[in-house]
């Protein structure tokens, strides 16, 4: 294929290792076959008078699949693609022994040949060995497959018309299951737990504490609450500091973002505010997010304690209350969504009626840019504004193609229909004339983003002259 097609690459390091590996690649595939046909050969004992189904023997002999050519492709996704060009003319030594009313019948697979030109997807990209989640697998065209059968040392392939009806019931069979858009993934990690990405937001209302400590020489406290999610390295979120009020009364909001409502718990901790030194801790509490049922609001009213050990003594003494409303509000799924992803990397939903209002998550993740060059030095970062805040990727020195893989995340009371975003990738060094310098930007309507769902590709720079940069863009509704 490589001769013949420039895009096909010559992988003859890929065909020495199969041919060095083979040896133990043919015991452990067929270790392998052996536990999966098992279960299968034992739902045929006992029907049809069978006694008994097991191999024989059973090897896929000394000649290693070839690879006569590997395409792969670069797209916008969080992928890698690669087409094989595939064949194996083996000497496999496979031979069934079937029992039947006693007698011994032995079937056997000879001078098997496959032909096939596979497309293999590794999805996700994550960052966690052997980094993709799954391994996806599609056939572009009918597989040719070639072998013969014998039984009881016959060749029954050499009965008329047998061999073509084989040959084709096999196409047939495997392009019914196959063949592209038909796939067959093979999990390899769970993405989920991988990369963990938001499914819901936690809505916390902090109402009152009770009967808190007295920490000042006066006989008061200046409390204030600090709240954040377990599982998560995010500066947590703080209310209003109450002076000297032992019963403070806040009936203060916040958001935060949920990744795992099974294994994380909300982490409230009360402090005693002071001017100057380190603020004394009241008490603190924790709440498992399990406890809480989706789309429902839940009052509780904690007793504080000093920390999580249950065997402390000094989670005896009495340090207030404090009193909560939460409720976690799921994302709708992709699926509830009906968002399905296009060639363009453009997630359209099929519903048009479906009211684009209500709450959720917009997600800004910058993957990196290509071909920005400064006048005067090449260290490009970049700049995210969205509604007065600013936020800010890691500088790559020395590079005209930085790679930053870095998401942004907005929770939004409303979708951002009449917003854009502003991106722009600068440059930063140490001199004292010229430190920054700007390496191009780009605007982007965010209504598209809402109507779609999904958007996903590449951006040419403004004010540069070939840079571009990769952004994936996504609105999830609550």
Same mark, same amino acid.
């Given at each position: ?254 958001? +935060?973002?949920?990744? /795992?409502? *099974?294994?994380?718990?909300? &982490?409230?901790? #009360?402090? =005693? ?129 930085? +790679?930053?893989?870095? /998401?942004? *995340?907005?929770?939004?009371? &409303?979708?951002? #229909?009449? =917003? ?59």
């Amino acid at each position: 294929m490589w001769v013949k097609f420039s895009d096909y690459d010559r992988v003859d390091w890929l065909n020495k290792f199969l041919f060095d590996m083979w040896p133990y690649l043919d015991k452990a595939i067929c270790s392998t076959i052996r536990s999966i046909a098992q279960p299968i050969f034992k739902e045929y004992i006992g029907k049809f008078h069978i006694e008994a189904i097991e191999f024989d023997k059973l090897s896929l002999g000394t000649m290693p699949p070839i690879i006569y050519g590997l395409k792969v492709y670069e797209t916008n996704e969080n992928e890698l693609v690669m087409e094989p060009a595939f064949r194996w003319a083996g000497n496999p030594n496979i031979v069934l022994v079937l029992k039947l009313l006693s007698l011994r019948i032995t079937i056997q697979l000879v001078d098997l040949q496959v032909f096939a030109a596979p497309r293999v997807t590794l999805k996700p990209l994550v960052p966690t060995f052997p980094c993709f989640a799954s391994i996806v697998v599609s056939l572009l065209e009918k597989p040719q497959v070639d072998f013969g059968i014998k039984i009881l040392g016959g060749d029954v392939m050499s009965i008329p018309g047998l061999y073509r009806f084989v040959q084709e019931n096999i196409k047939k069979q495997v392009a019914s299951l196959y063949l592209w858009p038909q796939t067959l993934e093979i999990p390899v990690l769970d993405a989920s737990v991988v990369a963990k990405k938001p499914v819901g937001i936690l809505h916390v209302k902090v109402v009152r504490a009770l009967k808190l400590l007295k920490m000042d020489i006066l006989g008061s406290s200046d409390p204030y609450v600090k709240l954040s999610l377990t599982e998560e390295r995010l500066p947590a979120k703080k209310t209003t500091v109450k002076m000297k009020n032992l019963n403070p009364e806040w009936n203060e909001k916040f958001k +935060l973002l949920v990744k /795992d409502p *099974q294994t994380q718990a909300l &982490e409230l901790q #009360l402090y =005693d505010w002071d001017k100057v030194g380190r603020h004394d801790k009241l008490g603190m509490q924790l709440v498992p997010l399990k406890v809480l049922t989706p789309g429902l609001t839940k009052e509780l009213v904690l007793d504080l304690v000093k920390n999580t050990n249950i065997n402390d003594p000094q989670n005896k003494k009495h340090r207030g209350q404090i009193v909560v409303e939460l409720a976690f509000v799921p994302f709708k799924s992709e699926n509830g969504n009906e968002y399905g992803r296009s060639e363009s990397g453009i997630s359209r939903s099929s519903d048009s009626s479906e009211s684009l209002g209500g709450a959720g998550l917009l997600s800004v993740l910058i993957q990196g840019a290509e071909d920005v060059e400064g006048e005067h030095h090449n260290n490009p970062y970049a700049l995210l504004c969205f509604r007065g805040e600013e936020k800010k990727t890691k500088m790559v020195k020395k590079t005209r193609d930085p +790679l930053w893989n870095e /998401d942004f *995340q907005f929770m939004l009371d &409303e979708p951002p #229909l009449q =917003d854009k975003i502003y991106i722009e990738v600068m440059s930063k060094s140490r001199a004292i004339f010229r430190a920054k310098e700007s390496l191009g930007y780009v605007e982007i309507n965010l209504a598209d983003v809402v109507y779609n769902g999904r958007i996903n590709q590449k951006y040419h720079l403004i004010d540069s002259h070939n840079g571009r940069i990769h952004i994936e863009l996504s609105w999830t509704k609550a």
